[in-house]
């Protein structure tokens, strides 16, 4: 007899979670008024961008008592990847930071049929709206759906150490500079263990302004690849050749050694973003910041990629409305003023654009200028999808396997075939 | 006189327009168009006049003035020409305009993304967004001409009564269900060979089932379900937009596998690595345990501490510093005063993946081989060297012999490992250099490369089905090399 009452409760044990209903709406505990929010940032650990977000959640919570909002740190490149990955297993985080590239990757994923981010329109009013750069909130959009509020903006420029450049005599960049005068410059300042110019002359991402500046683009009105349009392959060729043919960029220079380099002064001038920007003045170097060079062929300017980060809301969220309304407050004039003024973060609030202590910051007003020749980054699935061949592509003119043109002809074969392969 | 009067007249009725806001006769709400959304309709007592504009404003109590309220969004009257226009559900929100021909048209959009209609709009219906759920607002809309003359509608009240869509929860009951199946599956087993044991008359050990019964459900839960799920997966379509919701497609993944371009370059490279890992660490492993293993050998204990080292470390720190040596600006190139960048060369960073793996797994080796060789007896060394056996013959009649019994399950062991050894390539060249459009990159190996195929191109089921094909080869070779070398004979 207890042998057979043990069977019956393992049956019932291991049959019974089966047979529950798993609606997790009737856990709503109705009881409990106070609301809790959870945040994932992917801002560095101990950084001075943590301290301003912690510290503006804090605000946050003190102005809005039955909120408690938890934060966790995930790092920026895995987190459209650790958000997929908890919104499959139904543990999404209510908010979570993410670029707008990262929206691309994310945007056409579906759990049980269900987006993984919910479309903010329907949360914002047109004036909510109105507050930011059309530009900005355009890129956050995917295949229609406004899925992330921008509250910050970023794309390369040409930083240099005006030291070296008083010591070999060279004349500082300037606006009128073309790229021949960069090489010009770069090859003057490469003496001894210094290098003119650092950059990771094999990443796409960097390749992206050239490509535009030589008259090229990713993709056409359409969205169709054209990674082999005209003037691609001499960005390329460009690129690669600082460190193959003129020895101006040092060989295998990735973007860490791009950072130590010019942190060693070792490198007179890099192609870098302004977040890198706190670490240079902390390394005492006394960092400058000149907008990218003309292409003189075509006279047109470097243009690089502008990518865009914000806040969105998960579809999972059971307290949407306070989530947007968080996402809101850390995307606002306030926040992102003291964001732009502690840590050079670029802001995409219009207002903030004409406001006394963000245009006469030097820094932030210079990386601006540059952002207003860059290139908004599409947010699309393709987007998302164009660095491996990129890589590869790369990789094989750097070994000399193929030329520039073959390798850009092919990867854009490869990314039209990856692009079918999905429909 | 009279014709002054006319004039006068004449003059007052064409005048009268231009200093008049349009007013608005009829207003109109409608709460249930959407999540946090309100749907408002305005018509004006005449065609609109170019500069107007329309305010809405929100309120949370009836609106006389617009002092104690907030304005939602703006609507204007101008010239459309040159300005986009939107379809519906284009922009963020959808607003319509009656031109007075009694259909709604979608309104422009200028370039702060103000909703333009055109001049002599009668009426504009506009779907309001960002309005809390479920509670009572009011909604007025004042129009301004462009004199500055304005008009404030009376305020009407609604609320949007639609409520969140329902909260998305990931099914999980099937796998709670099947995980239970395979449990009370088990559990049936254990009680139908402890009857047949009765049956049989086996019942000098009765609990013998018992004892091993939480074990086999510990497997059956942790293992067996888990490869059953992955063989499962690898039929079907599950990606990263259908996983929840995939369905079963036959043998595609693996004809996706089969054909993807570099399949045979990356089994080859796998073997290669795999043979030459485990060669190497056979190799170096026993050379050194039997150098700790002499009798003349001093400061042994030092030495076997410093050939544990690479064993200690952390191995990700250890590749991590390794991949730095071999950087351009790394050491090695300082030491030779060479400009060699070996991991951008598919050759070069094969061969440094493969050394730096060697030097990785020869402690491991070493000390197994080394545990191995204390164990063999001395008095058949010492009758072997009373006898005038060289130290050559007897290692290789005395020593190899009686190590096979190790040897041949560390290696198959070595081998299962370093085929599956993911993190060294992963942190030392991420599978690079890549110069194979859509296919492995140069020091890939199969398992880093199902990595990049579920975690980067986000095909799970074509990932499971690679994983179902490094099983098949595992478990052939694993196989093949018990049958060859009676391994399972040596050990027992």
Known sequence: MARQIICFCIVVVLFLPGCISSDQSSMVDDSDSSIELVVWHSFAAESKEQATFESRIEV????????????????????????????????APDIVRLSSDQLGKIGDIRVGGQPLLEDLRTHLTPIDRAKFDPR????????????????SQDCLSLLYNPLLFDAAGVDYPNENWTLDDMLLASSSLTSGDVNGLALPVKNAYWWFGFQSGFGGSLFDQNGTPTLDS????????????????????????????????????KAAMIVDGPWNWATYEAGRIPVQQSILPIVSDTEERVAPLVTYKGWSVSKQSLNKEWSTKLALFLSSSEVQKEFAIETYTMPTHVDLYADPDISENVVISGFLNQLMEGTPAPTTRAMAMVYDPLVTAFENVYAGEMTSSEALLLADQALESDLEGLE | MKRVFVITILSFLFLLPIGHASEIIGIEADGDVGYRQVGLIWTTDSPTEEGTLFEIWVSNASIVD?????????????NVSGIIQPDIGEWYDDCLFDSGEGDWTPVHRDLDGTAVVSVGAIGVNCTLTGLPSGIEIYLAVKSTTPNGESFLSSSISSSSTMSDEEIIVIETSPYVFAIGSIALSVLILLFVLRWMDYRDGRTTSRFAHLYIAPAILALSVLTFYPVLYGIWLSFTNADQSHLGDQSFIGIDNFITVISTSGFFRVTGFTLIWSVVNVAAHIGFGLLLAMALNSDDLKGKTAYRTALLLPWAIPSYISVLVWRGLYEPAGALNDFLGTNMNLLADANGARIVVILVNIWLGI???????????????????????????????????????????????LSLLGFIWTFNMFNVIYLMTDGGPNLDFDGPGS???????????????????????????????????????????NATEAVT
């Open chain 1, 60 to 91: 946050f919570m003190a102005s809005n008592p039955g909120v408690e909002v938890k934060i966790s740190a995930i790092p920026y490149p895995e987190a459209d990847q650790q958000f997929m990955i908890a919104a499959q297993g139904g543990e």
């Open chain 1, 136 to 151: 900005a909130l355009n890129a956050m959009r995917y295949d229609g759906d406004l899925l992330g509020i921008p509250a």
């Open chain 1, 230 to 265: 005209n003037g691609s392959a001499d960005a390329m060729d460009w690129l690669l050749d600082l460190e193959l043919e003129h020895g101006v960029v040092e060989t295998g220079t990735q973007t860490e050694s791009m950072k130590t380099q010019f942190l060693s002064s």
């Open chain 2, 66 to 78: 617009t002092a104690n309220a907030t304005k939602h969004s703006e609507v204007r009257v101008g």
């Open chain 2, 363 to 409: 402690p491991f080796m070493m000390m197994s081989i080394s545990g191995a060789l204390q164990a063999l007896p001395k008095d058949m060394y010492e009758a072997a060297e009373v006898d005038g056996i060289n130290k050559f013959s007897r290692f290789r009649y005395l020593t190899l012999p009686n190590l096979k019994s190790a040897l041949v399950p």
């Open chain 2, 443 to 485: 020091t890939d190996i199969l398992i880093t490369y199902v990595y990049d195929v579920a975690f980067r191109d986000g095909a799970y089921g074509v990932a499971a089905a690679w994983s179902v094909v490094i099983f098949v080869m595992l478990v052939v070779f694993s196989w093949t090399y018990m049958k060859k070398t």
